[in-house]
């Protein structure tokens, strides 16, 4: 059987049975236990968000009608969405930007993907043709020689309960309410067939790529669910469940499950370890120190010392431990980071938010436009994370390229040596005492 987690007595749910013939079990094609992740985000590819690629969403700038991928969609309509989109899959990430990746040091590539793309509903506006060009992208890593985790970015929602939504939702009614979820608005996973849906885009998702193991080494269950708009017994239950699924097709695929922004350490240890029945599970925690008040008010000095401290915090887990998402940026200045239309809690201009400092050169602009001060910051904070997080399974940067965005484009960072190269060098080593 299936595991199903315990709520003190009671069981939460009863699952289906495996079938009677397994997939051969297989070693792993990365040495998760002693090789450290060190990869980046494919962003704003096969799952739109403003921030990333303004330039998509210019022409709706004057007001907020067209603010995520489901209202872009709808709002173009099938035949020149999909037009547009497909031009856009072509060109944003091409097998130059995986060589480039490659040859940069890095050994993974986290791809978020919408369940729209692998297993669509019927009455969405979402279009499709992501999948023949993702398989084209496997065979793209393969030849840089980098793993590939499948990320759900993007979540199901209910035609009665879909809502004008934003940040990274990729499962039907979105897990999050934010843009990166596909639709801005309110939280609607779990609500109606949406879980139930959710299973048959990783069911999909792990009978496309069960026998492309040798790159495709994950697949994270759910982007970033929002623990505190939903039932969190459920989503352990899902979690559960959706191992099993993938287990259903292949017995060696690492089953990545998002840590639903709960202490990773006092919430999540005990779960799905390897003490539960469980194997090869990994835990995905995001780190961004920009989206409130307080985090943007802080000092270079102060971002340094938070990022240290999710040092033991990340060696205390008890199961493989990425942090999956992770920036350079200590302000949130990047133009619609906080949504398309919506202003910046740095510089005072977000409803609420008292003035910190200019996004002068942050809003937009490249790494080279960057204040001398600010070049300083960023690779000091980004050292300091990467010693943190390596103090377990490793990290993910977010993300690969942005069109205006500086303190995030990995690429230009790169370019402007303000990212490691080799990734084990340190301008600024022992910032965090090991």
């Known amino acids: 059987m299936r595991p199903s987690f315990l709520l003190g007595t009671a ?3 009863t699952v289906n049975a495996l079938p009677a013939l397994k997939p051969a079990r297989r070693d792993l094609t990365f040495d998760y236990n002693n090789d450290k992740v060190r990869g980046v985000n494919l962003g704003g590819w096969f799952v739109l968000e403003p921030w990333i690629t303004p330039s998509i969403f210019d022409e709706w700038s004057s007001g907020r009608t067209v603010i995520d991928e489901y209202t872009y969609t709808q709002t173009l309509g099938k035949d020149e969405a999909s037009s547009r989109l497909t031009e856009h899959w072509n060109t944003w990430i091409t097998q130059d930007d995986f060589n480039a990746i490659g040859q940069a040091g890095l050994n993974h590539v986290r791809i978020p993907i919408g369940y729209w793309a692998i297993a669509p509903l019927d009455g969405d506006p979402y279009v499709q043709g992501q999948i023949p060009i993702l398989d084209q992208a496997i065979g793209w890593a393969r030849g840089a020689g980098l793993k590939v985790i499948l990320d759900l970015h993007g979540g199901l929602c209910m035609q009665q309960f879909c809502w004008v939504k934003a940040k990274h939702s990729v499962a039907p009614g979105s897990q999050n309410g934010f843009d990166n979820s596909g639709r801005y ?13 959710t299973k048959n885009a990783i069911t999909a998702l792990a009978q496309r790529y069960a ?17 505190g708009s939903i039932n969190l017994d459920e989503l352990k239950q899902f979690y559960y469940d959706g191992w099993g699924t993938i287990r259903d097709s292949n017995a060696d695929t690492v089953v990545m499950i998002h840590d639903a922004f709960q202490n990773i350490d006092s919430y999540w240890n005990g ?12 835990l995905d925690t995001h780190q961004y120190q920009i989206f409130d008040q307080g985090q943007v008010s802080e000092s270079p000095s102060d971002h340094i ?6 040092g033991p915090q990340v060696a205390g887990t008890d199961k493989w431990t990425i942090v999956g998402e992770w920036t350079g940026a200590q302000t949130d200045c990047a133009k619609w980071l906080n949504g398309l239309g919506i202003g910046a809690r740095y510089d005072g201009t977000y409803s609420g938010s008292s003035y910190v400092g200019s996004c002068d050169g942050k809003y937009t602009g490249t790494v080279a436009g960057l204040s001398d001060d600010d070049k300083s910051n960023i690779r000091h904070f980004v050292e300091a994370q990467m010693d943190a997080y390596e103090q377990h399974t490793g990290w993910i940067f977010w993300t690969w390229k942005t069109e205006s965005a500086p303190e995030w484009h990995l690429q230009d960072l790169l370019a402007n ?6 990734l084990t060098d340190r301008q600024y080593p022992n910032q965090c005492g090991f």
Not at 188 to 197: I, L
């Open 417 to 422: 040596g303000l990212f490691p190269q080799p």
């Open 185 to 197: 608005g309110p939280v609607d996973w779990q609500q109606g067939d949406t879980v139930s849906q």
């Open 11 to 13: 069981l939460l749910a």
């Open 271 to 282: 779960f799905m370890n390897a003490q539960s029945g469980v194997n090869d599970v990994a």
């Open 305 to 310: 010392s938070s990022a240290c401290a999710l």
């Open 211 to 227: 026998s492309q193991t040798d790159v495709v080494t994950m697949i994270e269950l759910l982007n970033e669910p929002l623990g």
